[in-house]
Protein backbone atom coordinates (compact mmCIF):
# COMPACT_ATOMS: atom_id res chain seq x y z
CA UNK A 1 0.00 0.00 0.00
CA UNK A 2 3.03 2.61 0.86
CA UNK A 3 4.26 1.67 -2.41
CA UNK A 4 1.17 2.59 -4.07
CA UNK A 5 0.74 5.74 -2.27
CA UNK A 6 3.87 6.94 -2.89
CA UNK A 7 2.93 7.45 -6.78
CA UNK A 8 -0.48 8.74 -6.01
CA UNK A 9 0.70 11.93 -7.48
CA UNK A 10 1.99 10.74 -10.44
CA UNK A 11 -0.85 10.66 -12.67
CA UNK A 12 -1.44 14.14 -12.89
CA UNK A 13 1.33 14.99 -14.03
CA UNK A 14 1.33 12.56 -16.56
CA UNK A 15 -1.75 13.90 -17.94
CA UNK A 16 -0.25 16.93 -18.28
CA UNK A 17 2.43 15.33 -20.07
CA UNK A 18 0.33 13.56 -22.33
CA UNK A 19 -1.95 16.59 -23.63
CA UNK A 20 0.96 18.65 -24.45
CA UNK A 21 2.75 15.35 -26.71
CA UNK A 22 -0.30 14.20 -28.25
CA UNK A 23 -1.18 17.77 -29.26
CA UNK A 24 2.06 18.99 -29.88
CA UNK A 25 2.39 16.42 -32.38
CA UNK A 26 6.06 16.45 -33.02
CA UNK A 27 8.61 13.98 -32.78
CA UNK A 28 9.32 13.77 -29.26
CA UNK A 29 11.82 11.15 -28.12
CA UNK A 30 12.94 10.97 -24.43
CA UNK A 31 15.89 8.55 -23.87
CA UNK A 32 15.58 6.27 -20.93
CA UNK A 33 17.69 7.83 -18.65
CA UNK A 34 17.67 5.33 -15.87
CA UNK A 35 20.24 2.67 -15.39
CA UNK A 36 18.84 0.26 -12.81
CA UNK A 37 19.07 -3.19 -13.50
CA UNK A 38 17.11 -4.86 -10.45
CA UNK A 39 14.63 -4.08 -8.27
CA UNK A 40 16.04 -3.38 -4.63
CA UNK A 41 14.36 -4.82 -1.81
CA UNK A 42 11.09 -5.66 -3.90
CA UNK A 43 10.11 -9.33 -2.20
CA UNK A 44 10.59 -12.44 -4.38
CA UNK A 45 7.99 -13.81 -6.66
CA UNK A 46 7.49 -17.64 -6.77
CA UNK A 47 6.36 -18.89 -10.39
CA UNK A 48 4.61 -21.93 -9.41
CA UNK A 49 3.39 -24.52 -11.30
CA UNK A 50 0.34 -26.35 -9.88
CA UNK A 51 -0.94 -30.21 -10.36
CA UNK A 52 -4.88 -29.76 -10.36
CA UNK A 53 -6.79 -32.88 -9.17
CA UNK A 54 -9.94 -31.59 -11.39
CA UNK A 55 -10.19 -29.22 -14.22
CA UNK A 56 -13.23 -27.91 -12.25
CA UNK A 57 -9.95 -27.18 -9.35
CA UNK A 58 -8.57 -24.21 -11.08
CA UNK A 59 -11.63 -22.18 -10.01
CA UNK A 60 -10.79 -23.03 -6.06
CA UNK A 61 -7.35 -21.21 -7.09
CA UNK A 62 -9.33 -17.89 -8.24
CA UNK A 63 -11.31 -18.14 -5.58
CA UNK A 64 -8.19 -17.20 -3.18
CA UNK A 65 -7.67 -14.04 -5.08
CA UNK A 66 -4.11 -15.81 -6.73
CA UNK A 67 -2.52 -14.25 -9.78
CA UNK A 68 -3.07 -16.60 -12.54
CA UNK A 69 -1.32 -16.37 -15.57
CA UNK A 70 -2.13 -19.89 -17.29
CA UNK A 71 -4.91 -23.15 -16.69
CA UNK A 72 -5.25 -26.09 -18.84
CA UNK A 73 -6.86 -29.31 -17.99
CA UNK A 74 -3.95 -30.48 -15.85
CA UNK A 75 -2.18 -27.65 -14.38
CA UNK A 76 -2.14 -23.95 -13.50
CA UNK A 77 0.66 -21.18 -13.19
CA UNK A 78 0.37 -18.88 -10.55
CA UNK A 79 2.40 -15.56 -9.38
CA UNK A 80 2.48 -15.72 -5.55
CA UNK A 81 4.77 -14.19 -2.66
CA UNK A 82 5.68 -16.27 0.33
CA UNK A 83 1.98 -16.12 2.41
CA UNK A 84 0.18 -17.08 -1.37
CA UNK A 85 2.79 -20.38 -1.70
CA UNK A 86 1.66 -21.29 1.81
CA UNK A 87 -1.83 -21.13 1.40
CA UNK A 88 -1.59 -22.76 -1.94
CA UNK A 89 1.13 -25.78 -0.63
CA UNK A 90 -1.26 -26.50 1.82
CA UNK A 91 -3.72 -27.43 -0.64
CA UNK A 92 -1.86 -30.63 -0.79
CA UNK A 93 -1.70 -30.93 -4.98
CA UNK A 94 1.49 -30.94 -6.06
CA UNK A 95 3.40 -27.65 -6.69
CA UNK A 96 6.93 -27.06 -8.33
CA UNK A 97 8.61 -23.79 -8.65
CA UNK A 98 9.54 -22.87 -12.12
CA UNK A 99 11.23 -19.45 -11.32
CA UNK A 100 11.66 -16.57 -8.57
CA UNK A 101 11.21 -13.15 -9.92
CA UNK A 102 13.04 -10.81 -9.98
CA UNK A 103 15.77 -13.03 -10.94
CA UNK A 104 19.50 -11.99 -9.48
CA UNK A 105 21.95 -11.32 -12.55
CA UNK A 106 24.49 -9.23 -13.45
CA UNK A 107 23.85 -9.17 -17.06
CA UNK A 108 23.37 -5.56 -18.91
CA UNK A 109 21.39 -6.72 -21.97
CA UNK A 110 17.72 -8.31 -22.02
CA UNK A 111 18.63 -12.12 -23.57
CA UNK A 112 18.82 -9.95 -27.02
CA UNK A 113 15.05 -8.50 -26.44
CA UNK A 114 15.40 -4.58 -27.69
CA UNK A 115 14.76 -2.28 -23.81
CA UNK A 116 13.17 1.37 -24.66
CA UNK A 117 16.91 2.80 -25.00
CA UNK A 118 16.41 0.10 -28.22
CA UNK A 119 12.68 1.56 -29.12
CA UNK A 120 13.61 5.11 -28.49
CA UNK A 121 16.73 4.87 -31.30
CA UNK A 122 14.51 2.72 -34.06
CA UNK A 123 11.28 5.78 -33.21
CA UNK A 124 13.92 8.71 -33.55
CA UNK A 125 15.68 6.89 -36.85
CA UNK A 126 11.84 5.82 -38.34
CA UNK A 127 10.44 8.96 -37.65
CA UNK A 128 13.45 11.03 -39.90
CA UNK A 129 13.21 8.01 -43.06
CA UNK A 130 9.49 8.38 -42.40
CA UNK A 131 8.06 11.52 -41.50
CA UNK A 132 5.19 11.50 -43.94
CA UNK A 133 4.18 8.00 -42.45
CA UNK A 134 4.84 8.36 -38.51
CA UNK A 135 5.03 10.33 -35.66
CA UNK A 136 6.86 8.93 -32.06
CA UNK A 137 5.28 9.98 -28.61
CA UNK A 138 5.76 9.23 -25.05
CA UNK A 139 2.31 8.52 -23.79
CA UNK A 140 3.84 8.17 -20.03
CA UNK A 141 6.53 6.77 -17.75
CA UNK A 142 6.95 3.99 -15.75
CA UNK A 143 8.00 3.35 -12.09
CA UNK A 144 11.53 3.38 -12.77
CA UNK A 145 10.81 6.52 -14.77
CA UNK A 146 11.27 4.58 -18.31
CA UNK A 147 9.35 5.94 -20.77
CA UNK A 148 6.13 4.25 -22.28
CA UNK A 149 6.44 4.55 -26.39
CA UNK A 150 4.56 4.64 -28.79
CA UNK A 151 4.76 5.20 -32.65
CA UNK A 152 1.30 6.07 -34.80
CA UNK A 153 1.36 5.00 -38.53
CA UNK A 154 -0.58 6.67 -41.05
CA UNK A 155 -0.49 8.88 -43.88
CA UNK A 156 -0.62 12.49 -43.18
CA UNK A 157 -0.33 12.17 -39.64
CA UNK A 158 -1.04 15.46 -38.58
CA UNK A 159 -3.88 15.49 -39.84
CA UNK A 160 -6.59 14.34 -37.60
CA UNK A 161 -8.83 12.16 -40.60
CA UNK A 162 -11.85 10.12 -40.56
CA UNK A 163 -10.03 7.10 -39.93
CA UNK A 164 -10.54 4.67 -37.16
CA UNK A 165 -7.70 4.50 -34.87
CA UNK A 166 -6.55 0.60 -33.91
CA UNK A 167 -3.73 -0.51 -31.48
CA UNK A 168 -1.22 -2.78 -30.22
CA UNK A 169 0.66 -2.99 -27.11
CA UNK A 170 3.04 -5.18 -25.38
CA UNK A 171 4.96 -6.68 -22.64
CA UNK A 172 2.37 -5.63 -20.56
CA UNK A 173 4.13 -8.43 -18.48
CA UNK A 174 7.86 -7.60 -18.20
CA UNK A 175 8.36 -11.55 -18.99
CA UNK A 176 6.52 -11.94 -21.82
CA UNK A 177 8.71 -9.80 -24.29
CA UNK A 178 7.76 -11.84 -27.31
CA UNK A 179 5.37 -9.13 -28.53
CA UNK A 180 7.43 -6.30 -28.20
CA UNK A 181 9.52 -7.58 -31.46
CA UNK A 182 6.27 -8.42 -33.52
CA UNK A 183 5.40 -4.67 -32.63
CA UNK A 184 8.24 -3.56 -33.43
CA UNK A 185 8.53 -5.80 -36.86
CA UNK A 186 4.56 -4.93 -38.00
CA UNK A 187 5.83 -1.32 -37.31
CA UNK A 188 8.77 -2.10 -39.65
CA UNK A 189 6.63 -3.84 -42.24
CA UNK A 190 4.08 -0.73 -42.56
CA UNK A 191 6.68 1.54 -43.20
CA UNK A 192 8.89 -0.12 -45.54
CA UNK A 193 5.59 -1.73 -46.97
CA UNK A 194 3.88 1.47 -47.73
CA UNK A 195 3.56 2.15 -51.77
CA UNK A 196 4.12 -1.37 -52.54
CA UNK A 197 2.03 -3.50 -50.71
CA UNK A 198 -1.58 -2.81 -51.45
CA UNK A 199 -2.78 -4.47 -48.56
CA UNK A 200 -0.23 -2.49 -46.04
CA UNK A 201 -0.91 0.66 -47.74
CA UNK A 202 -4.58 0.21 -47.20
CA UNK A 203 -4.18 -0.19 -43.77
CA UNK A 204 -1.43 2.87 -43.86
CA UNK A 205 -3.98 4.95 -45.58
CA UNK A 206 -7.36 3.88 -43.89
CA UNK A 207 -6.40 3.70 -40.05
CA UNK A 208 -4.85 5.15 -37.50
CA UNK A 209 -1.94 2.53 -36.55
CA UNK A 210 -0.92 2.91 -33.08
CA UNK A 211 1.82 0.15 -31.42
CA UNK A 212 3.23 0.68 -28.19
CA UNK A 213 5.56 -2.10 -27.96
CA UNK A 214 6.64 -2.32 -23.98
CA UNK A 215 4.49 -1.00 -21.79
CA UNK A 216 6.40 -2.70 -18.40
CA UNK A 217 9.91 -1.43 -19.24
CA UNK A 218 10.88 -2.15 -15.59
CA UNK A 219 9.59 -5.57 -15.70
CA UNK A 220 11.55 -6.49 -18.64
CA UNK A 221 14.75 -5.04 -17.16
CA UNK A 222 14.07 -6.89 -13.72
CA UNK A 223 12.43 -10.34 -16.07
CA UNK A 224 9.85 -9.59 -13.68
CA UNK A 225 6.02 -10.19 -14.55
CA UNK A 226 5.03 -7.52 -12.60
CA UNK A 227 5.89 -3.27 -12.69
CA UNK A 228 8.51 -2.00 -10.32
CA UNK A 229 5.93 -1.91 -7.60
CA UNK A 230 5.30 -5.91 -7.71
CA UNK A 231 1.89 -4.81 -9.14
CA UNK A 232 0.23 -7.16 -12.26
CA UNK A 233 -0.64 -4.08 -13.98
CA UNK A 234 -2.79 -6.56 -16.11
CA UNK A 235 -5.03 -7.20 -13.28
CA UNK A 236 -4.86 -2.73 -12.38
CA UNK A 237 -7.67 -1.41 -14.61
CA UNK A 238 -10.37 -0.52 -12.79
CA UNK A 239 -13.20 -3.27 -12.29
CA UNK A 240 -16.38 -3.01 -13.83
CA UNK A 241 -18.97 -2.30 -10.81
CA UNK A 242 -16.12 -1.80 -7.91
CA UNK A 243 -14.82 1.19 -9.74
CA UNK A 244 -16.79 2.03 -12.30
CA UNK A 245 -20.40 1.26 -13.64
CA UNK A 246 -20.54 1.65 -17.09
CA UNK A 247 -19.41 3.22 -20.07
CA UNK A 248 -17.70 6.08 -20.41
CA UNK A 249 -19.90 9.59 -21.06
CA UNK A 250 -18.49 12.57 -23.11
CA UNK A 251 -16.64 15.00 -20.61
CA UNK A 252 -16.57 12.36 -17.96
CA UNK A 253 -14.00 11.35 -15.57
CA UNK A 254 -11.61 8.61 -16.35
CA UNK A 255 -10.85 8.27 -12.56
CA UNK A 256 -7.20 7.36 -13.00
CA UNK A 257 -6.26 8.02 -9.10
CA UNK A 258 -4.52 5.28 -7.19
CA UNK A 259 -3.59 3.25 -10.34
CA UNK A 260 -0.24 2.40 -11.14
CA UNK A 261 1.27 5.08 -13.26
CA UNK A 262 1.88 2.70 -16.32
CA UNK A 263 -1.96 1.65 -16.12
CA UNK A 264 -2.87 5.61 -15.66
CA UNK A 265 -0.41 6.29 -18.69
CA UNK A 266 -2.57 3.75 -20.98
CA UNK A 267 -5.79 4.78 -19.28
CA UNK A 268 -5.20 8.63 -20.44
CA UNK A 269 -3.90 7.69 -24.05
CA UNK A 270 -6.99 5.21 -24.83
CA UNK A 271 -9.30 8.10 -23.83
CA UNK A 272 -7.69 10.52 -26.05
CA UNK A 273 -7.59 7.85 -29.20
CA UNK A 274 -10.63 5.79 -28.31
CA UNK A 275 -9.30 2.47 -30.45
CA UNK A 276 -11.72 0.86 -32.81
CA UNK A 277 -10.01 -2.49 -31.70
CA UNK A 278 -6.72 -3.17 -30.31
CA UNK A 279 -4.72 -6.53 -28.98
CA UNK A 280 -2.24 -6.64 -26.34
CA UNK A 281 0.44 -9.38 -26.70
CA UNK A 282 1.50 -11.91 -23.54
CA UNK A 283 2.86 -15.67 -23.62
CA UNK A 284 2.68 -18.65 -21.68
CA UNK A 285 -0.31 -20.05 -24.18
CA UNK A 286 -1.70 -20.09 -27.27
CA UNK A 287 -5.18 -18.55 -27.84
CA UNK A 288 -6.66 -15.21 -28.78
CA UNK A 289 -8.78 -14.29 -25.73
CA UNK A 290 -11.60 -11.92 -25.33
CA UNK A 291 -13.82 -10.35 -22.94
CA UNK A 292 -15.47 -10.51 -20.65
CA UNK A 293 -12.94 -11.98 -18.31
CA UNK A 294 -15.20 -11.05 -15.69
CA UNK A 295 -18.63 -10.25 -15.23
CA UNK A 296 -20.51 -10.01 -11.53
CA UNK A 297 -21.76 -12.91 -10.46
CA UNK A 298 -20.50 -15.75 -13.43
CA UNK A 299 -18.24 -18.01 -11.72
CA UNK A 300 -14.71 -18.77 -13.24
CA UNK A 301 -14.69 -21.67 -15.83
CA UNK A 302 -17.79 -20.02 -16.65
CA UNK A 303 -18.25 -17.81 -20.07
CA UNK A 304 -19.31 -14.34 -19.08
CA UNK A 305 -21.37 -13.04 -22.19
CA UNK A 306 -20.80 -9.69 -23.61
CA UNK A 307 -23.49 -8.00 -25.91
CA UNK A 308 -20.71 -8.46 -28.69
CA UNK A 309 -20.27 -12.32 -28.03
CA UNK A 310 -20.64 -13.21 -31.85
CA UNK A 311 -18.50 -10.25 -32.88
CA UNK A 312 -15.96 -11.07 -30.30
CA UNK A 313 -15.99 -15.09 -31.59
CA UNK A 314 -15.37 -13.26 -35.15
CA UNK A 315 -12.56 -10.81 -35.09
CA UNK A 316 -10.81 -13.33 -32.66
CA UNK A 317 -10.72 -15.62 -35.37
CA UNK A 318 -9.82 -12.97 -37.56
CA UNK A 319 -6.58 -13.17 -35.54
CA UNK A 320 -6.36 -17.30 -35.37
CA UNK A 321 -6.97 -18.63 -38.27
CA UNK A 322 -4.12 -16.53 -39.66
CA UNK A 323 -2.10 -18.26 -36.97
CA UNK A 324 -1.96 -21.84 -37.82
CA UNK A 325 -0.51 -23.07 -34.25
CA UNK A 326 -3.08 -21.34 -32.52
CA UNK A 327 -6.00 -22.28 -34.85
CA UNK A 328 -5.21 -26.06 -34.22
CA UNK A 329 -5.14 -25.58 -30.64
CA UNK A 330 -6.35 -28.93 -28.40
CA UNK A 331 -7.29 -26.61 -25.80
CA UNK A 332 -9.17 -23.92 -27.23
CA UNK A 333 -11.43 -24.78 -29.98
CA UNK A 334 -10.51 -22.38 -33.68
CA UNK A 335 -7.74 -20.91 -30.68
CA UNK A 336 -10.01 -18.87 -28.99
CA UNK A 337 -11.70 -18.26 -26.06
CA UNK A 338 -13.86 -16.74 -23.62
CA UNK A 339 -11.69 -14.90 -21.09
CA UNK A 340 -14.03 -16.12 -17.98
CA UNK A 341 -14.62 -19.33 -19.27
CA UNK A 342 -10.84 -19.78 -19.30
CA UNK A 343 -10.28 -18.14 -15.86
CA UNK A 344 -11.69 -15.27 -14.55
CA UNK A 345 -9.64 -12.55 -13.58
CA UNK A 346 -10.37 -8.81 -12.35
CA UNK A 347 -8.90 -5.58 -13.65
CA UNK A 348 -8.03 -6.61 -17.41
CA UNK A 349 -6.69 -4.31 -19.91
CA UNK A 350 -9.31 -5.88 -22.40
CA UNK A 351 -12.38 -5.65 -20.25
CA UNK A 352 -11.99 -2.01 -19.23
CA UNK A 353 -11.16 -0.90 -22.32
CA UNK A 354 -14.44 -2.63 -24.15
CA UNK A 355 -16.78 -1.50 -21.35
CA UNK A 356 -15.70 2.13 -21.16
CA UNK A 357 -15.10 2.85 -24.96
CA UNK A 358 -16.60 -0.15 -26.78
CA UNK A 359 -13.31 -1.07 -28.05
CA UNK A 360 -12.99 -4.74 -29.24
CA UNK A 361 -9.92 -5.62 -27.54
CA UNK A 362 -8.00 -8.97 -27.28
CA UNK A 363 -5.53 -10.67 -25.34
CA UNK A 364 -3.34 -12.68 -27.50
CA UNK A 365 -1.51 -15.44 -26.51
CA UNK A 366 1.27 -15.90 -28.91
CA UNK A 367 3.75 -18.73 -27.80
CA UNK A 368 3.47 -21.31 -25.00
CA UNK A 369 7.25 -20.00 -23.91
CA UNK A 370 7.30 -16.44 -22.96
CA UNK A 371 10.22 -16.16 -23.16
CA UNK A 372 11.96 -18.36 -25.74
CA UNK A 373 15.48 -17.53 -27.28
CA UNK A 374 15.70 -14.18 -29.52
CA UNK A 375 16.97 -16.40 -32.38
CA UNK A 376 13.20 -17.78 -32.66
CA UNK A 377 11.92 -14.28 -33.34
CA UNK A 378 11.65 -14.77 -37.33
CA UNK A 379 9.35 -17.81 -36.12
CA UNK A 380 7.09 -16.00 -34.51
CA UNK A 381 6.76 -13.13 -36.83
CA UNK A 382 5.78 -15.59 -39.84
CA UNK A 383 3.47 -16.84 -37.65
CA UNK A 384 2.06 -13.52 -36.30
CA UNK A 385 2.15 -11.21 -39.23
CA UNK A 386 -0.96 -12.03 -41.28
CA UNK A 387 -3.08 -12.61 -37.94
CA UNK A 388 -1.76 -9.26 -36.74
CA UNK A 389 -3.20 -7.00 -40.14
CA UNK A 390 -6.19 -9.26 -40.31
CA UNK A 391 -7.29 -8.40 -37.05
CA UNK A 392 -6.58 -4.78 -37.11
CA UNK A 393 -8.43 -4.14 -40.76
CA UNK A 394 -11.76 -5.64 -39.08
CA UNK A 395 -11.89 -1.97 -37.67
CA UNK A 396 -12.91 -1.31 -41.60
CA UNK A 397 -16.21 -3.05 -41.26
CA UNK A 398 -19.01 -2.34 -39.84
CA UNK A 399 -21.03 1.28 -39.92
CA UNK A 400 -18.90 4.05 -40.14
CA UNK A 401 -19.88 8.06 -40.63
CA UNK A 402 -19.60 11.55 -39.19
CA UNK A 403 -22.10 12.93 -36.75
CA UNK A 404 -22.01 16.69 -37.18
CA UNK A 405 -23.91 20.00 -36.27
CA UNK A 406 -26.80 19.89 -38.71
CA UNK A 407 -26.46 23.71 -38.17
CA UNK A 408 -23.01 24.72 -37.59
CA UNK A 409 -21.52 21.58 -39.34
CA UNK A 410 -19.31 21.33 -36.82
CA UNK A 411 -17.68 17.71 -35.62
CA UNK A 412 -19.91 16.13 -32.51
CA UNK A 413 -18.63 14.27 -29.80
CA UNK A 414 -22.16 11.48 -29.73
CA UNK A 415 -22.71 8.11 -27.75
CA UNK A 416 -23.23 5.74 -30.94
CA UNK A 417 -26.08 2.97 -29.89
CA UNK A 418 -27.17 -0.26 -31.44
CA UNK A 419 -30.36 -0.85 -30.43
CA UNK A 420 -30.39 -4.37 -28.59
CA UNK A 421 -27.01 -3.82 -27.63
CA UNK A 422 -26.42 -1.86 -24.21
CA UNK A 423 -22.58 -0.98 -25.38
CA UNK A 424 -21.76 2.43 -27.33
CA UNK A 425 -19.22 3.48 -28.68
CA UNK A 426 -17.92 7.17 -29.51
CA UNK A 427 -17.23 9.88 -31.99
CA UNK A 428 -14.56 12.02 -31.99
CA UNK A 429 -14.22 15.38 -30.67
CA UNK A 430 -11.78 16.59 -33.09
CA UNK A 431 -13.86 15.03 -36.63
CA UNK A 432 -16.83 13.51 -35.59
CA UNK A 433 -16.27 9.66 -36.61
CA UNK A 434 -17.49 7.07 -35.41
CA UNK A 435 -16.51 3.11 -36.47
CA UNK A 436 -19.18 0.59 -35.12
CA UNK A 437 -17.59 -3.00 -35.91
CA UNK A 438 -21.06 -5.23 -37.11
CA UNK A 439 -21.49 -8.53 -38.08
CA UNK A 440 -23.24 -8.63 -41.44
CA UNK A 441 -27.37 -8.27 -40.75
CA UNK A 442 -29.60 -5.32 -40.40
CA UNK A 443 -29.63 -2.93 -37.46
CA UNK A 444 -31.12 -0.15 -36.19
CA UNK A 445 -28.74 2.44 -34.60
CA UNK A 446 -28.95 5.50 -32.53
CA UNK A 447 -27.23 8.93 -31.97
CA UNK A 448 -27.15 10.85 -28.74
CA UNK A 449 -25.35 13.81 -27.63
CA UNK A 450 -25.58 16.44 -24.91
CA UNK A 451 -28.02 19.62 -26.02
CA UNK A 452 -28.42 17.14 -29.05
CA UNK A 453 -32.42 15.27 -30.19
CA UNK A 454 -31.33 12.00 -30.71
CA UNK A 455 -31.15 10.59 -33.94
CA UNK A 456 -32.38 6.88 -35.09
CA UNK A 457 -31.84 4.89 -38.56
CA UNK A 458 -33.40 1.48 -38.98
CA UNK A 459 -32.77 -0.70 -41.36
CA UNK A 460 -28.74 -0.30 -41.66
CA UNK A 461 -27.76 -3.07 -43.98
CA UNK A 462 -24.10 -4.58 -42.82
CA UNK A 463 -22.67 -6.57 -45.54
CA UNK A 464 -19.09 -8.47 -45.66
CA UNK A 465 -16.06 -6.15 -46.70
CA UNK A 466 -16.41 -2.45 -45.90
CA UNK A 467 -18.03 -0.46 -43.87
CA UNK A 468 -21.66 1.08 -44.54
CA UNK A 469 -21.64 4.58 -43.93
CA UNK A 470 -23.95 6.62 -42.56
CA UNK A 471 -23.56 10.18 -41.60
CA UNK A 472 -25.45 11.87 -39.06
CA UNK A 473 -26.52 15.50 -38.71
CA UNK A 474 -27.54 16.10 -35.03
CA UNK A 475 -30.35 18.86 -34.45
CA UNK A 476 -30.89 21.33 -31.24
CA UNK A 477 -34.27 21.92 -32.67
CA UNK A 478 -33.02 25.22 -33.87
CA UNK A 479 -34.40 24.90 -37.47
CA UNK A 480 -33.18 27.84 -38.89
CA UNK A 481 -29.99 28.56 -37.88
CA UNK A 482 -30.30 31.55 -35.61
CA UNK A 483 -28.53 29.89 -32.75
CA UNK A 484 -31.70 29.85 -31.23
CA UNK A 485 -34.83 27.37 -30.24
CA UNK A 486 -38.17 29.24 -30.08
CA UNK A 487 -41.75 29.87 -31.82
CA UNK A 488 -39.93 30.15 -35.41
CA UNK A 489 -38.51 27.04 -35.56
CA UNK A 490 -41.79 25.59 -34.35
CA UNK A 491 -43.54 27.80 -37.20
CA UNK A 492 -41.26 26.01 -39.53
CA UNK A 493 -41.85 22.70 -38.14
CA UNK A 494 -45.48 23.28 -38.09
CA UNK A 495 -45.44 24.26 -42.23
CA UNK A 496 -43.47 21.53 -43.27
CA UNK A 497 -46.09 19.13 -41.64
CA UNK A 498 -48.75 21.02 -43.19
CA UNK A 499 -46.87 20.30 -46.80
CA UNK A 500 -45.29 24.32 -46.83
CA UNK A 501 -41.14 23.35 -46.74
CA UNK A 502 -38.51 20.68 -46.68
CA UNK A 503 -39.74 17.07 -44.70
CA UNK A 504 -36.26 16.60 -44.47
CA UNK A 505 -35.46 19.63 -42.83
CA UNK A 506 -38.01 19.31 -40.31
CA UNK A 507 -37.32 15.59 -39.53
CA UNK A 508 -35.04 15.97 -35.95
CA UNK A 509 -35.36 12.41 -34.85
CA UNK A 510 -34.70 10.50 -38.13
CA UNK A 511 -37.58 8.65 -38.19
CA UNK A 512 -39.40 10.68 -41.11
CA UNK A 513 -41.55 13.79 -40.53
CA UNK A 514 -44.36 13.03 -37.97
CA UNK A 515 -45.93 15.08 -35.23
CA UNK A 516 -43.23 13.61 -32.89
CA UNK A 517 -40.71 16.14 -34.91
CA UNK A 518 -42.78 19.19 -33.46
CA UNK A 519 -43.36 17.97 -30.30
CA UNK A 520 -39.16 17.73 -29.61
CA UNK A 521 -38.68 21.15 -31.38
CA UNK A 522 -41.48 22.34 -28.96
CA UNK A 523 -39.67 20.47 -26.11
CA UNK A 524 -36.58 21.95 -26.42
CA UNK A 525 -37.91 25.41 -27.06
CA UNK A 526 -38.78 25.21 -23.79
CA UNK A 527 -35.63 23.47 -22.23
CA UNK A 528 -37.37 20.02 -22.02
CA UNK A 529 -34.59 17.41 -23.25
CA UNK A 530 -36.51 14.50 -22.24
CA UNK A 531 -38.16 12.44 -25.12
CA UNK A 532 -41.64 13.55 -26.00
CA UNK A 533 -44.45 10.87 -24.81
CA UNK A 534 -47.40 10.00 -26.73
ZN1 LIG B 1 0.68 -12.13 -19.66
Known amino acids: MNEKAAVMGRPTYIRGWLRVLLRVGGCLIVVMCSGQNGYGDVPPTWVLEVRLPSPESARQLVEMGLTIDNVTRDYAVIYADASERAAVESLGWPVRVLEIQPAPTEEKTVDGYRDSGDIAALFSQWTSVYPHLCRAYTVGYSVQNRPLLAIKITSNPDVAADKPAVRYIATIHGDEPVGTEMCLNFAEWLLTGYGTDARVTRLVDETVCWLLPLMNPDGLVARTRRNANSIDLNRNFPVYALDFSGPWTPGGLLNT ?82 GSAWYSITGSLQDWSYRMFGTLELTLEIGYTKKPAISTMPTYWAKNRDAMISYLETALEGVRGLVRDRVGGTPVEAVVWVEGNSQPVFSSAAVGNYHRVLLPGTYAMRWEAAGY ?82
Open 257 to 338: AGREVETASIMEWSASERFVVSGTFHGGSLVANYPYDYEPGVPSGVAAISPDEDLFQYVALRYSMYNPDMYASTQFPQGIVN
Open 453 to 534: IPWRQRDIQVTEGPATRVDVNLSTGDLNGDNAVNASDIQISVNALLGEGSPDAADVDGLGLSITDLQWVINRSIGKTAAPTG
